[in-house]
């Protein structure tokens, strides 16, 4: 069955440093791997995604992410961090036309 | 715009009541979903449904019901047999041409007193 890790519960950065959450995957075969952010109280919003092609995916808000099939794993980036940036990230998995995994989440904070 | 309402946006509830959570689109969206959130648990799935007239239960689907009669609505009801139901509820919704993007309202939480 396909599942979601990501190992940080709560990470803090200082604004303006770089940041890189974590995700693991567990899949079959090659998945649909999304990233999703939440603000508090919101719906989820996507970040960015990744299907085929090119393993480093560019998304919204200055975020990218690259899939390395031999560790199975999905990481989120981003060079410099914004306080509007904190928030609650999501990492997700399926594959096409069938339900998504998601991952606990890691909470962002962004220190000034 | 197109998206997806979510109505209401705070509950609360005696406990032994009866709820029902509304969900809208005007995405055209075929399949649509309904996800519980819980703190540091992440999403769980209750129950999705990919055409109008069928659903099918999540992982979690014990203690609600859903219904779907129209294309654009999938409302969510969550029964006194949910012994624990104070929660926040997304709805989302996926277009089947497309690839397994979803988008998401912005959610109902719930309180049960």
């Known amino acids: 069955a396909q599942s979601v890790t990501q190992p940080d519960i709560h990470i803090t950065v200082s604004e303006g440093a770089s940041l890189e959450l974590r995700c693991n995957y567990s899949?079959?075969?090659?998945?649909?791997l999304f990233w999703y952010v939440q603000s508090p109280g919101q719906g989820l919003q996507l970040l960015l995604k990744?299907?085929?092609?090119?393993?480093l995916v560019q998304g919204i808000k200055g975020f990218e992410a690259e899939f390395k099939r031999s560790q199975s794993s999905f990481n989120l980036r981003k060079p410099s961090v914004h306080w509007s940036d904190a928030a609650e990230y999501f990492c997700a998995v399926g594959e096409r036309n069938n339900d998504m995994r998601f991952g606990a989440g890691t909470r962002l904070t962004v220190k000034p | 715009d197109g998206g997806i309402t979510q109505s209401p946006k705070y509950l609360f509830r005696k406990e032994g009541q009866n709820v029902t959570l509304s969900c809208e689109q005007n995405l055209n969206h075929d399949a649509m979903y309904w996800y519980r959130q819980d703190p540091g648990q992440g999403l769980r799935l209750i129950y999705y449904s990919q055409i109008v007239n069928d659903f099918q239960k999540g992982d979690i689907a014990e203690g609600y019901s859903v219904s779907r009669e129209k294309k654009e609505s999938f409302p969510l009801t969550v029964t006194s047999a949910q012994k624990n139901p104070t929660a926040f509820y997304l709805c989302?919704?996926?277009?089947?041409?497309?690839?397994?993007?979803?988008?998401f309202g912005a959610g109902s939480r719930l309180t049960v007193l």
């Open positions: 989302a919704s996926r277009g089947l041409s497309g690839a397994n993007v979803l988008t």
């Open positions: 990744y299907f085929s092609g090119d393993t």
């Open positions: 899949y079959g075969a090659t998945p649909y």
